[in-house]
């Protein structure tokens, strides 16, 4: 890929500045450095390969060259809506789970907050970054990275959770600059619902684990069991716990791990 190719294959979408980079640290911390330097609403940073891809909490992200895709996009909170800055990582999750369903009828779903999980293995992953002014919003940044290829998916060693690559389900090729294009036209069709109630419960509908017995792990602290029943207006998880009381968490630190019954 190079970004002339890269800016043909989008220019039917109403996006900001594209970049594109073989090689880059984290698009995420591209495209802050990028809304410093003024990128405006929609900018878009795409990477072949990451030297640093991060995760929630500086976990790493792995992204090697040829066989996946990492892009993050520049959100300008005042073009979105108040409300909406929390649930933007429901909306890159529901943009993947959208096309895996649709237009490789795949069974993807969401693992609370930011996991993009088929057959109970994590494919994609979300990160949402903001960047404060003060206790003001002064924008937030989207990223998502995809496994594509077989070769994409790390060895299990260096994971907690099993992975997997949208070739390896979807069973043939599968071409990412393509892949690339589907994931933002269906992100950018979700976007007016973004605050609307319509769009939490699209991303509820998504879920993995309805119903079941989950727990929510946090690093030194005991992991909270409970049934889950779905989310609140902020994208909060809704737990039903053994003592029979219903709670809200939002997601912070928290794992999610389905409670293994067998
Ligand atoms: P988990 O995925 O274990 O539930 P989490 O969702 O809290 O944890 P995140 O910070 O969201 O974790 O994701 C980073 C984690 O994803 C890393 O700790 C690593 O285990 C895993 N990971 C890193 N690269 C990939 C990849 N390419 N595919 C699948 N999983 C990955
Ligand atoms: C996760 O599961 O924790 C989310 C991983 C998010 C990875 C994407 S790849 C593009 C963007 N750049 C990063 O450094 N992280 C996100």
Redesign the pocket.
């Known amino acids: 890929m190079d970004i002339t190719t890269l800016q043909h294959q989008l220019a039917d979408l109403p996006l900001g500045k594209v970049a594109y980079f073989s090689v880059v640290g984290s698009t995420n911390s591209e495209a802050i450095r990028r809304i410093e330097d003024g990128a405006p609403h929609l900018s878009l940073v795409v990477a072949d390969e990451q030297t640093s ?1 991060r ?3 500086d ?5 090697p060259p040829r066989v ?1 895709l990492s892009f993050s996009l520049v959100m300008r909170p005042e073009r979105i809506g108040a409300l909406s800055a929390p649930r933007l990582t429901g909306l890159g999750a529901l943009a993947v789970c959208d096309v895996l369903q649709a237009d490789y009828g795949l069974p993807a779903n969401i ?1 609370w907050p ?2 993009v999980l088929i057959d109970g293995s ?2 994609a ?1 979300v ?1 949402v970054e903001a960047q404060w002014q003060g206790d003001k919003i002064q924008s937030t940044v989207l990223g998502i ?1 995809i ?1 594509v290829a077989r070769e ?3 060895s299990q060693g ?4 099993p ?1 997997t690559s949208v070739e390896t389900v979807f069973g043939g090729p599968v071409d990412r600059w393509k892949l690339l294009k589907e994931v933002l036209v269906a992100l950018l069709a979700r976007l007016p619902q973004l605050d609307q109630d319509e769009f939490i419960q699209a991303w509820e509908a998504n879920l993995a684990y309805q119903q079941d017995l989950v727990q929510l792990i946090q690093e030194g602290a005991e992991p909270i069991t409970g049934q889950l029943l779905g989310l609140d207006r902020d994208g909060f998880l809704k737990l039903r716990l053994l003592s029979g009381e219903e709670k809200l968490y939002q997601s912070g ?1 928290l ?3 389905l409670v293994d019954r067998s």
């Not at 976990?59 to 992204?63: A, F, G, M």
């Not at 260096?158 to 959770?161: K, N, Y």
């Open positions: 891809g995760g929630r909490r976990r790493i992200w792995y992204t996946a693992k930011n996991d994590k494919l992953g990160l990275g496994n994409s998916v790390p260096e994971l907690d959770f992975a630190d794992k999610l791990r």
